[in-house]
């Protein structure tokens, strides 16, 4: 069978709609790169930083900044302020790196690839750069950062706060009712609860 250049182009399309399908962005059948185009036209967001650690409250500019996508996007100067992490950035080849303790933090802008060590993390967006800073998607911030640094951060979509540094406890409250037979305890959660009864 020959591929010719139609094939080639159908193949790359394909590709290109299953990639930006993970990163939940639209994608424009004559852009082949939309699913990391950036909204310049993306207003500013209010986000509350909590840091329960340090007892303070600030407010940061996040945006939905990927084109077609609701993911939230954080200033990586903000993050680095927020994190207290060292911050490295290569204009040259658009790289930047976050040092968190001991965790160094790899990626560059336009990839969904974070690098730590010798471990490799494959974002639903990509890493983003508009008005002179790289932008950083949540679950950046969330899913790589926090367990690798063991910094906790849990981010709160209903009130667009980022709570930092002490976990929350889910259990509310406990009610225990007596029955004939048994006696049944009742935890109740902030947040659904999965577990697994082995007897």
């Known amino acids: 069978m020959t591929i010719t250049s139609g094939h080639l182009r159908a193949i790359l399309l394909l590709l290109v709609v299953a990639m930006a399908g993970a990163a939940g962005a639209q994608v424009d059948d004559d852009d082949p790169l939309a699913w990391r185009r950036v909204d310049t036209s993306a207003t ?7 840091d329960r650690h340090a007892g303070r409250t600030r407010r940061i500019g996040g945006r939905q900044l990927l084109a077609g996508s609701e993911e939230m996007y954080l200033p990586s100067a903000a993050v680095a302020d927020f994190l207290q992490a060292g911050r490295l950035w290569q204009p040259t080849s658009q790289r930047l790196t976050l040092r968190v303790g001991d965790a160094a933090f790899r990626c560059a802008v336009g990839s969904r690839l974070v690098v730590l060590d010798d471990r490799e ?21 969330t899913t790589v950062m926090s367990p690798e640094s063991g910094v ?19 259990v509310r409250s406990l009610r225990v009712t007596e029955m004939t037979r048994a006696t049944g305890v009742h935890v109740l959660c902030r947040e659904p609860l999965s577990f697994r009864a082995s007897s």
Do not use: C, H, K, M
């Open 44 to 50: 500013s967001v209010d986000v509350t930083v909590e």
């Open 152 to 170: 906790y951060v849990r981010w709160d979509a209903d009130d667009r706060r980022l709570l930092l540094g002490q976990q929350d406890i889910n």
């Open 121 to 141: 993390y494959l974002l639903p967006v990509p890493v983003l750069y508009d008005a002179d800073d790289v932008w950083l998607p949540l679950v950046f911030v």
